[in-house]
């Protein structure tokens, strides 16, 4: 069964508008984190955010704002005012307890700003 | 702080040719990750070790691939023979710590692209 379900393959948007990647996970440990990288086209991956499970408070830097809601099993991704630079592939992850040095990748969902 | 660095970026090779792809983790990281990108498998481990030791080996592909850890300031990942279906990206990650400390979020470096003709 796959562990981190990212539905959205692709997503357009315009410049400016507010975007929400969506992050649908399944795990039976208690205790796990949640992740989010960003993989522009130069291909790096660079990390955005970890959140634990027992912490389900939102999270805002700047532009970028997580909701975790363990209920639904949901850690979505939302980018306010989207701008060029925003678009990459955005990956979510899941470490889980027993194997906690492993990140289980979703299949990612890619970003398009149009100017 | 330089990263994780990797090499080469682009690698091109006939097919049953050896390739090594060299990673140098950040310095003062004990833990290091090899992982592969292809578009039908996504992301998957290959290899994780901790204070240079293979501790989970379970996503190496086969026994073509091999990783190693001589020391806490390198490793390769080697194919041998390669095939054309070992074209992707990989990745070397590091981190600092072990369990669920390692859940900080590791650094990876830029991937190698591997191209087997």
């Known amino acids: 069964a796959q562990k981190v379900t990212q539905a959205q393959t692709e997503i357009s948007v315009v410049e400016k508008e507010d975007v929400t990647l969506d992050c649908v996970y399944e795990?039976?440990?208690?205790?796990?984190?949640l992740f989010w990288y960003k993989q522009p086209p130069s291909g790096e991956l660079v990390f955005l955010i970890r959140?634990?499970?027992?912490?389900?408070q939102n999270e805002i830097s700047g532009r970028y704002s997580w909701n975790f809601q363990k209920s639904t099993s949901s850690f979505n991704f939302t980018i306010t005012a989207s701008q060029v630079v925003d678009s990459a592939v955005y990956f979510c992850?899941?470490?889980?307890?027993?194997?906690?040095?492993?990140?289980?990748f979703g299949s990612g969902t890619r970003l398009l700003v149009r100017p | 702080d330089a990263g994780v660095i990797q090499s080469p970026r682009h690698e091109v090779t006939e097919m049953g040719q050896e390739v090594t792809l060299r990673c140098k983790p950040i310095?003062?990281?004990?833990?290091l990750f090899w992982y592969r990108q292809t578009m039908m498998r996504g992301l998957e481990l290959l290899i994780y070790?901790?204070?240079?030791?293979?501790?989970?080996d379970s996503g190496m592909p086969e026994d073509r691939f091999s990783a190693k850890m001589p020391n806490a300031s390198f490793s390769t990942l080697k194919i041998q023979p390669s095939e054309p279906r070992d074209s992707a990206v990989y990745f070397c990650?590091?981190?600092?710590?072990?369990?669920?400390?390692?859940?900080?979020?590791?650094?990876f470096g830029s991937g190698t692209r591997l191209t087997v003709v």
């Open positions: 990650a590091s981190s600092q710590g072990q369990g669920l400390g390692l859940n900080y979020g590791y650094t």
């Open positions: 795990t039976r440990d208690t205790t796990y984190y």
């Open positions: 959140r634990n499970s027992f912490d389900e």
């Open positions: 992850a899941l470490s889980e307890e027993d194997s906690s040095y492993k990140l289980i």
């Open positions: 310095s003062g990281h004990n833990s």
């Open positions: 070790f901790n204070n240079n030791v293979p501790i989970d």
